[in-house]
């Protein structure tokens, strides 16, 4: 996939825009699950299926978010200074931005429509409602961990870039490798390897993942058709993996750091990067001027704005959206929050002044 004249890179782009996308699908499954229950006895029925798929095998946003800021950080020449000064403000503005803009209309339609984001008006209820906006404890906001994770992320990049302007890829291998234990035994096994490996332990695995995995030249990670077979492989193991551990009533979630979507995620990033490969003549892919390239550089230009408001607008549509059946009610609430958040973003992104603290790249 080749470079556009503004010299982003499509299929970066493009694992953006997916992962985004994944976010907002799982969010929906979060609240949606609850319908696929009863079709799991006497075995999982493909209603069952769908619901585990969607909220397992579709687990990768957060990782491609993480491996995407390695591949477009690391390696790089810049001091400490330049990168916090440039990073930091690019996270820290929208979080605080839609924190409080998201967090007054939840309030507002609260007071007058009902809503239950927060069930007490005095000040003091409302200060600590807010509270829990910015520490990802209210309802409709605990997606907001995820700006911790990044920013606590972003302070140690500065560490392993200086280390990966230094050494060679075999060296980010052997990193990769004590962090794929902890993928294995950490998140997956849930026990504890019996030497300490903190320092590999995810997410910052994840970032030296995505610098290795868009420089690296060696072959089988630049075929298509093994990035293909590992997302293909990975996915058959997570639902075989969700299916047997889990029973009537309850779901059972692989952590997002597992092994087993660590190795899908690695996989699809493999794919996105390798797809020309195989050869397949696709205008709408080829053509930078296309509708599909436009829209999913839109969407990865917004991806970070839109992470921060999609979940009130999926607490908002959850309530009037009636249910006629689990796949129509995902479907409707996916096409919502991503038109919803996707609409906002471009309007505010129009207005001076306010476009440099919604979250637009």
Same mark, same amino acid.
């Given at each position: 996939m080749a470079v556009s004249k503004s010299k982003r890179i499509f299929y970066l782009d493009a694992l953006r825009a997916v992962a985004i996308l994944t976010v907002v699908v799982v969010h929906v499954y979060a609240v949606t699950r609850i319908h696929a229950i009863p079709y799991f006895e006497p075995g999982p029925?493909? #209603?069952? !299926?769908?619901?585990?798929?969607?909220?397992?095998?579709? #687990?990768?946003?957060? /990782?491609?978010?993480?491996?995407?800021?390695g591949a477009l950080s690391l390696g790089r020449e810049w001091t400490i200074k330049e990168f916090l000064g440039? #990073?930091?403000?690019?996270?820290?503005?929208?979080?605080?931005?839609?924190?409080?803009?998201?967090?007054?209309?939840?309030?507002?339609?609260?007071y007058f429509f009902g809503y239950k984001f927060i069930f007490a008006f005095d000040i003091n209820s409302i200060l600590y409602f807010f509270y829990g906006v910015f520490?990802?404890?209210?309802?409709?906001?605990?997606?907001?961990?995820?700006?911790?994770m990044i920013l606590g992320t972003y302070l140690i990049m500065p560490i392993f870039n200086k280390w990966l302007q230094h050494a060679d890829l075999k060296e980010a291998e052997y990193f990769l490798a004590f962090w794929l234990i902890t993928c294995l035994f950490t998140f997956t096994l849930n026990i504890d390897f019996p030497i300490k490996l903190s320092y590999?332990?995810?997410?910052?695995?994840?970032?030296?993942?995505?610098?290795?995995?868009?420089?690296?030249?060696?072959?089988? !990670?630049? /075929?298509?058709?093994?990035?293909?077979? !590992?997302? !293909?492989l990975s996915a058959f193991i997570i639902m075989g993996i969700v299916t047997y551990l889990s029973s009537p009533g309850k779901f059972y979630t692989l952590n997002r750091y597992s092994l087993p979507i660590t190795l899908e995620v690695i996989g699809v990033f493999l794919l996105f990067k390798n797809f020309n490969k195989f050869g397949l003549d696709l205008g709408f892919i080829r053509n930078e001027n296309s509708l599909f390239r436009k829209s999913v550089s839109l969407i990865a230009k917004y991806s970070y704005g839109i992470y921060l408001i999609q979940g009130l607008f999926l607490c908002i549509y959850l309530k009037i959206v009636p249910y006629y059946g689990?796949?129509?009610l995902m479907l409707i609430l996916f096409v919502l929050v991503v038109?919803?958040?996707?609409?906002?973003?471009?309007?505010? /992104?129009?207005?001076?002044?306010v476009n440099r603290f919604i979250g637009s790249k």
């Open positions: 029925g493909f #209603r069952w !299926l769908f619901s585990q798929f969607t909220g397992n095998n579709l #687990r990768i946003g957060v /990782n491609l978010f993480l491996m995407l800021a440039k #990073r930091i403000p690019r996270i820290v503005e929208p979080f605080v931005f839609w924190g409080l803009v998201s967090g007054t209309i939840a309030v507002i339609i609260s520490m990802a404890k209210s309802p409709g906001f605990l997606a907001n961990w995820f700006f911790w590999f332990v995810s997410p910052i695995g994840l970032v030296v993942a995505g610098y290795y995995l868009r420089h690296t030249q060696r072959k089988i !990670l630049n /075929n298509p058709y093994f990035a293909l077979a !590992l997302t !293909l689990i796949y129509s038109l919803s958040s996707m609409i906002t973003m471009h309007v505010l /992104n129009k207005v001076k002044y």
